[in-house]
């Protein structure tokens, strides 16, 4: 393993692989425990930085850390020194004074993880940045698919929604293809980034024609705050050719799942009875996410210190 | 190869035990389970009976050390005897020391471990850390009635305040050796060899 995890690129078939296999035997060692806790990195200290606001992804970082003895120290960008102007860098510099050993960073701008693992000597993983890459949320998403389908090699997978503003669709893509799994990515042509022919992934335009042909669907959240400009008429128009609802939910094969990064815009990408059902994976993939992190943490940070 | 039967396992030179030696040592440390549990039941007898023994490898190898010793356990008592095994990876204390590696399995039997006679399984009890990381990683998992510990070679140099309740062969080693044990279910050939560390 590298000492950061910045992008899904940073992980080879087998480092991919070894996150996965060390998810589900920590899953599996916590399972039914009423001690959900394990001692191994007491005493080494993970900051959460985040710069965009965040519920599960944060709060998910924090419990895998805990979980593992780990000190936790939460940043956020509102109420601390950022506010008075202070600069990535400084508040980099000030963490890493006090000991921090991993930083955990979300970031608006694309990149800022990349800036970030320059400036410090500990490990710095990624947790979102911008519309660049989000990969421990494929991580978590990979892992999900592995537990339900029991495989990723030959999976298809449909990638449905906002892919130009995502960061799960990027890291997915990556990720999932360096794992075997075949994806397909759908959204309206405004909303596919340039140069997305090059992506390890086919393209369609047609959700009704894909659905039939996937093992999951994996639906992403149209990114209201990003949408600086009409990438679609209404809402309403998007939701009748990009939205999941029960009609379209009822032509996928029958152990097909549907999938979710959260937040969801229920009636929007995806209907509240698909969110619901046996197929969706939702609340799964949160759980999931814990384990993953902290599989990630112990890989990066188990070893010995640099 | 004239006089040893085709069957016999033959062992390269230097082995400390061989593939026989291991079934015997074994087949001894099965029979002194049982004789420790086995009065148990009785009125007035407050000892704990083959039905409370959970033999819990330590992986690598003393899971499947663990299995052999049930089932022999099971072949002379007749009664079946719980298995399990606990993966210490995350318990260690000396993983800043030698980097991460892969984790294995845990698994514990569906009674779980609470009010029962753990007997942890291992290969070789050389510093006692692996067997406190073990006791650690127990605590979590439950509350034993007692907890013992059973190892195939004892080869001394202990670190920590541990004592084995069953021991296959006491080995009295310098630090500079290294104890091999080779099982059949995770090296394809049954043996412990002692060899030279390389330097």
Not at chain 1, 161 to 188: I, K, Y
Not at chain 1, 212 to 224: E, G, N, S
Request: charged share 25%.
């Amino acid at each position: 393993m590298k000492r950061h995890l910045l992008e899904a690129a940073d992980l080879d078939r087998a480092d991919a692989t070894l996150v996965l296999d060390t998810a589900a035997q920590i899953d599996a060692a916590l399972a039914g425990r009423e001690v959900k806790k394990l001692p191994t990195l007491r005493g080494r200290t993970v900051v959460n930085l985040f710069y965009e606001d965040s519920t599960r992804t944060r709060i998910s970082f924090e419990l895998a850390a805990k979980r593992l003895s780990a000190d936790v120290l939460n940043f956020s960008a509102k109420g601390s020194s950022v506010s008075k102007g202070e600069s990535l860098k400084d508040t980099a510099l000030t963490l890493e004074a006090m000991g921090s050993d991993a930083v955990v960073v979300r970031h608006s701008a694309s990149g800022a993880p990349h800036r970030l693992a320059t400036w410090v000597r500990g490990s710095v993983v990624n947790a979102g940045d911008g519309t660049h890459e989000h990969p421990t949320q494929a991580l978590l998403d990979a892992y999900t698919i592995r537990s339900r389908l029991g495989r990723l090699e030959g999976v298809r997978v449909a990638v449905v929604g906002d892919v130009l503003h995502s960061r799960v669709a990027r890291s997915n893509v990556r990720l999932l293809s360096t794992l075997g799994a075949e994806v397909t990515l759908v959204a309206p042509p405004t909303l596919l980034p340039v140069g997305v022919g090059s992506w390890p992934a086919e393209v369609s335009y047609d959700l009704d024609a894909v659905l039939p042909k996937v093992d999951v669907v994996m639906m992403l959240r149209v990114q209201a705050e990003r949408m600086t400009a009409s990438f679609f008429p209404s809402a309403r128009e998007y939701s009748r050719r990009y939205g999941l609802d029960a009609r379209r939910m009822g032509v996928l094969s029958d152990d097909a799942i549907v999938m979710h990064p959260g937040p969801m815009n229920r009636g929007m990408e995806i209907a509240a009875e698909v969110a619901d059902s046996a197929r969706s994976t939702i609340v799964e993939q949160v759980g999931n996410g814990v384990s993953v992190r902290m599989a990630v943490l112990y890989l990066l940070l188990g070893g010995a210190p640099s | 190869m004239a006089g040893s039967s085709p069957a016999a396992p033959v062992s390269p030179p230097g082995a400390l035990l061989s593939a026989a030696d291991v079934a015997r040592v074994v087949d001894r440390m099965a029979h002194q389970l049982i004789e420790r549990c086995g009065g148990g039941g009785r009125a007035g007898d407050d000892r704990p009976t083959l039905a409370d023994l959970v033999l819990v490898g330590i992986p690598t190898r003393g899971a499947p050390l663990a299995r052999r010793l049930a089932a022999r356990v099971e072949a002379f008592s007749g009664t079946p005897v719980d298995v399990g095994t606990v993966d210490i990876t995350l318990y260690r204390d000396d993983l800043r020391m030698r980097g991460v590696r892969a984790l294995e399995d845990t698994v514990l039997p569906d009674r779980g471990i609470d009010g029962r006679l753990v007997v942890l399984v291992d290969d070789v009890l050389y510093s006692g850390r692996s067997v406190r990381a073990a006791l650690d990683a127990l605590r979590d998992l439950g509350r034993p009635r007692a907890v013992q510990l059973a190892v195939l070679v004892d080869r001394g140099h202990r670190e920590l305040p541990i004592r084995a309740d069953y021991v296959g062969k006491n080995v009295p080693t310098s630090r500079s050796q290294s104890v091999r044990v080779h099982l059949t279910e995770v090296d394809g050939a049954d043996e412990v060899l002692v060899t030279e560390a390389q330097r």
